[in-house]
């Protein structure tokens, strides 16, 4: 599945909030059809690197290439169409509050495609399914929903167009250990029916453990390093030393063997 | 291999008609779908092996609208086997929605009793078809409407109960309120002066240039209407006393009210609100200090102190404002409107007023800390409450003005 093409590609990022650099020339490939996991301190801008990505941030300095494309230059037709090839899941899910889940999962194909309302229920109740959400919960507001909840229905809105690409912003995070380990299942579930590419943004050793392929550690303003589990190990870096080998990275790692 | 004549026909031509809704009851039609390069074809016929539904190129959520309505018509009626053939060697790609679509064909024409089965079937499709065999039938999406008359009394009803609980809750508030001012007064070391004097600044300073320009603006406007109408039966001199009396009774503090309802009333609420939203407010209760002394006497009382004071600004500024308008229309100078005005008013006309002021801040302030304090958990609540305190306190001042109309007709001034 995996080849060497990279679907994304950052050259030479810097992002700059008044006098705060976040990131400096900072490189970064993702391939097709891996889980890659970014990694980093508080502070170390996971999340800013993913809205500079997307396009909701825009970089002081550098190129960000999607599926070949260059995201600074493009018009904004290409954009609107690249966007739906994309599907992001937010922190706490973002869902419409206005809306129902189905109705929130809807929206991509209302304002896409204009698919007909049959065919549109059918769809966004498969959706639904897919990331095992009760048939009850189509019909419910997101406050009527617990976080975990909520961040499925986030995610069935994410897949609503089939994207190529999946962006989580810390998907596990605020939710129980139970909760976080069965959304780890379902994302590289989700990932492997559907030959997704996933960027996933995470704090959550046993998340890495269990879901990627290769990780990607953000320190002093730029990839620090790339690799596998292994490479992160055996790793001298200060920081990365620290992260993957200290006491809870040598529990999750034994939770992730046992 | 039989096809229809209508499609030989077509393709002889070497065009592919678009979909005609009598097409797919048949057996033997074609569809196809294009977006940018990538086309999705079906076509249906009667072949050796059956019944067969050949779905050709990219069946991918952004081409399979089309192919929807004509799927839901394939009708195997005539079809004269008992087998029916999926053919998806033809498929150049396939995603989760497309999957759907086959698999609901394969179950609409097992419904119809024909034996189905997939051809050209790759691990990959397998997958998709599985995740699509995943979902069943029954989910309801849409939630349920009850009848127009039952939704009317129950919107009647629910308003009628939180306009109830709402006023409750009020007086509640003003009593505790009451309590806590009485407090305050016996001990006035509880009272936190530097907030007092912040929400003055904030609530009162701030607000005068707007309050100045309405005033002023309005002045002007009611002097011009004014002289206007009673310039037709000659009586333009008395477009001063009109202003000065409007103004200084009514006008002035009104407006003055309105606008500190809209610019404070709301920004109590949501600073308050802001702070319940974050359990500030929780946390404050825990360090053992009292919201009400810490978040709610400061501003209203910053309140009653400065609503006066702002009204006196907005009289002066409404008469400057008359005074321009009259000189202006009607050659009254400044010195004359000054002598005419001290005729028409005396002290009570002002006093009037400015008597109604510190009221309407009490009811300003208290709805919009009230509002603040009744905020719940989400941002949504913040914004809903904020407006609520906003209607509410324009609507009390408004109440409140009326109410004092008649107290003062009764005492005679």
Redo the contacts between chains.
């Keep these: 599945m995996i080849n060497d093409d990279p679907i994304i590609r950052v050259r030479g990022l810097r992002n700059q909030f008044g006098s705060q650099v976040v990131h400096d020339n900072l490189d970064l490939d993702v391939k097709r059809g891996e889980v890659l996991g970014i990694v980093g301190g508080s502070g170390t801008g996971k999340s800013v690197l993913l809205r500079s990505i997307v396009g909701l941030q825009r970089p002081t300095a550098g190129t960000v290439t999607v599926l070949g494309r260059t995201i600074s230059e493009m018009e904004e037709e290409e954009r609107k169409r690249l966007e739906?090839q994309w599907g992001i899941l937010f922190q706490d899910g973002a869902l419409f509050?206005a809306l129902?889940v189905?109705e929130n999962v809807q929206v991509p194909?209302r304002e896409h495609?204009?698919?007909?309302l049959?065919?549109m229920?059918?769809?966004?109740?498969?959706?639904?399914?897919?990331v095992g959400l009760p048939?009850?919960a189509?019909?419910k507001y997101p406050?009527e929903l617990s976080g975990g909840m909520r961040k499925r229905a986030g995610l069935a809105r994410a897949?609503?167009?089939?994207p190529d690409i999946l962006f989580l912003d810390e998907p596990t995070a605020g939710l129980d250990p139970i909760g976080a380990a069965a959304f780890d299942t379902l994302i590289r579930d989700l990932q492997r029916?559907?030959?997704l590419t996933v960027f996933l943004v995470t704090h959550d050793l046993d998340t890495l453990h269990a879901t990627c392929d290769r990780i990607a550690v953000l320190a002093d303003k730029r990839v620090t390093l790339q690799g596998t589990m292994d490479d992160m190990l055996r790793s001298d870096h200060p920081w990365i030393k620290e992260y993957f080998t200290g006491p809870r990275a040598r529990a999750a790692q034994a939770s992730a063997i046992g | 291999m039989t096809r229809f004549l209508w499609y030989k026909k077509l393709r002889e031509l070497g065009q592919i008609r678009p979909y005609t809704r009598r097409g797919f009851g048949r057996i033997g039609a074609i569809k196809a779908v294009m977006s940018g390069t990538t086309t999705a074809t079906l076509e249906t016929e009667e072949a050796e092996v059956g019944f067969l539904v050949r779905a050709k190129g990219a069946w991918?959520?952004?081409l399979?609208?089309d192919l929807?309505?004509p799927l839901r018509e394939i009708s195997p009626k005539r079809a004269r086997g008992r087998d029916a053939v999926i053919d998806l060697t033809g498929l150049t790609r396939l995603?989760?929605?497309g999957a759907?679509l086959l698999h609901?064909t394969s179950e609409q024409l097992r419904i119809a009793g024909l034996r189905v089965s997939y051809r050209g079937e790759t691990p990959?499709i397998r997958?998709?078809l599985?995740?699509?065999e995943?979902?069943r039938f029954?989910?309801?999406?849409?939630?349920p409407r009850p009848p127009a008359y039952i939704q009317l009394a129950d919107r009647v009803g629910a308003t009628l109960i939180s306009v109830a609980n709402e006023t409750r809750g009020l007086l509640g508030f003003f009593g505790l309120l009451l309590e806590v001012l009485w407090r305050t007064i016996k001990h006035p070391s509880r009272l936190r002066v530097v907030p007092l004097v912040h929400h003055m600044e904030r609530a009162g300073l701030d607000a005068l240039p707007i309050v100045c320009l309405m005033t002023f603006l309005i002045g002007g406007v009611l002097a011009q209407q004014g002289a206007v109408q009673l310039q037709k039966f000659g009586a333009e001199v008395f477009t001063v006393n009109m202003v000065a009396i409007t103004f200084l009774r009514e006008i002035g503090i009104l407006l003055t009210a309105i606008i500190v309802a809209g610019r404070s009333g709301s920004a109590f609420t949501a600073e308050i609100g802001s702070m319940k939203m974050r359990e500030e407010v929780d946390a404050m209760r825990t360090l053992g200090l009292d919201p009400m002394d810490m978040l709610v006497v400061p501003r209203v009382l910053a309140l009653v102190i400065m609503l006066p004071l702002l009204t006196f600004v907005a009289d002066i500024m409404g008469l400057v404002g008359g005074a321009l308008m009259v000189w202006q229309m009607l050659d009254t100078s400044p010195g004359v409107f000054i002598v005419r005005l001290s005729e028409a008013a005396d002290f009570w006309t002002f006093g009037v007023g400015i008597l109604k002021a510190p009221f309407m801040a009490l009811v300003i302030a208290m709805i919009g800390c009230y509002a603040g304090m009744r905020v719940t958990g989400?941002a949504?609540s913040v914004g809903v409450q904020t407006t609520r305190s906003v209607v509410q306190s324009i609507f009390m001042v408004i109440v409140l003005d009326a109410l004092f109309a008649v107290f003062f007709t009764a005492i005679g001034i």
């Design positions: 739906q509050s129902t189905a194909y495609l204009g698919l007909p049959d065919l229920d059918e769809l966004a109740a498969l959706k639904i399914t897919m048939s009850d189509c019909t406050s897949l609503a167009l089939d029916t559907l030959g | 991918t959520v952004r399979v609208r929807d309505g995603d989760t929605a759907w609901r990959e997958t998709l599985d995740v699509a995943g979902y029954g989910f309801n999406l849409r939630l989400s949504e």
